[in-house]
């Protein structure tokens, strides 16, 4: 089941790789935004604040409330991508530990390298790609750790190297 989640994920960020995403357009701020009592503007830095004796939620709640959204979004798909790796549970449990205590730090590390390595979102979609057959093919086939480490080591150093050397044809274009 794992497998075929990173299988589905990484087709879907192949093929919404370029498309800017619509937050307006997002379902689970609509859900949020239809289940919670949301205030027009900002109180400051306030989460909440107070509108004709009734409390409301401030836009910076729905900030949080997406962030925090987004790391259980990421704890459920970094665990089969450990499991593709080991089954030993104390390495899994560590690991997604300290995958959630770094997300935000190297959220801003790649969000401000993303324009230098345009390329490495393809590359990670296809780390997703290759980690969910591998757990799908496991029943059949084992690929040693060694070998997955190389083929995700690959495909990150090839599509960081491919998008230096095309953003360098571009620029001396």
């Known amino acids: 089941m794992f497998g075929a989640f990173l299988?589905?994920?990484?087709?879907?960020m192949l093929v919404f790789a370029d498309k800017e995403p619509d937050l307006g357009d997002n379902p689970l701020l609509r859900w949020l935004r239809g289940h919670l009592k949301i205030s027009d503007g900002y109180d400051g830095e306030k989460f909440f604040t107070m509108q004709n004796g009734v409390k409301y939620f401030t836009p910076l709640m729905l900030v949080l409330l997406l962030i925090e959204i987004s790391d259980l979004i990421f704890a459920v798909d970094s665990i089969p991508a450990i499991f593709a790796i080991t089954k030993d549970?104390?390495?899994v449990f560590t690991s997604n530990?300290?995958?959630?205590?770094?997300?935000?730090?190297?959220y801003f590390l790649?969000?401000?390298s993303a324009e230098r390595f345009h390329l490495l979102k393809y590359g990670?979609?296809?780390v997703l790609l290759f980690v969910g057959l591998k757990m799908l093919a496991a029943y059949w086939f084992h690929v040693p750790v060694l070998w997955s480490l190389a083929v995700v080591g690959a495909i990150l150093l090839v599509s960081i190297v491919l998008s230096l050397a095309l953003s360098k044809?571009?620029?001396?274009?």
Do not use: E
């Open 110 to 112: 790649l969000a401000d």
């Open 7 to 12: 299988v589905f994920t990484g087709v879907k």
């Open 124 to 126: 990670l979609a296809l």
């Open 97 to 106: 530990m300290f995958a959630i205590m770094g997300l935000r730090a190297l």
């Open 89 to 91: 549970p104390f390495i």
């Open 169 to 173: 044809d571009k620029k001396a274009a």
